[in-house]
């Protein structure tokens, strides 16, 4: 769990600098143009969102409030693995040390009661 924690402030923090990089020194649109016409951006890009899209539905099975599911996938979207790392940094902080919690959430006891029916067939 502590791995885990540290791997997302690591990613968290080297996002941001990042982000911060590319504001600083890029043009958004142009640089954006430049990626969209070379089409090894335009895979990168299909990745990156195919990535963005299977974590957030992650999220939306995890998260049990219909608002944070927006709030976290809109965030996703807009920021892609800075929110994510976020994300991973609060859902393993918020579960202590019980995984199961950190990875189902709001499921975690159904989960729990599901394979404990399993186990005892």
């Known amino acids: 769990m ?30 954006g143009g430049t990626l969209m016409r070379n089409p090894w951006g335009v895979v ?11 974590f957030s539905l992650w999220i939306i099975y995890r998260e049990s409030s219909w608002i944070a599911r927006v709030i976290w996938v809109t965030l996703m979207m807009v920021f892609g693995f800075l929110t994510a790392s976020i994300y991973l940094w609060y859902v393993f902080h918020k579960a202590g040390n019980d995984v199961l919690t950190a990875l189902h959430g709001h499921r975690a006891n159904a989960f729990i009661a599901k394979e404990s029916v399993h186990e005892r067939s």
């Open 44 to 54: 990168s890009l299909v990745d990156l969102y195919v990535g963005f899209v299977l």
């Open 2 to 31: 502590k791995t885990v924690k540290i791997v997302a402030l690591i990613g968290a923090v080297a996002m941001s600098i990042a982000l911060i990089n590319g504001f600083v020194r890029g043009d958004f649109f142009e640089d």
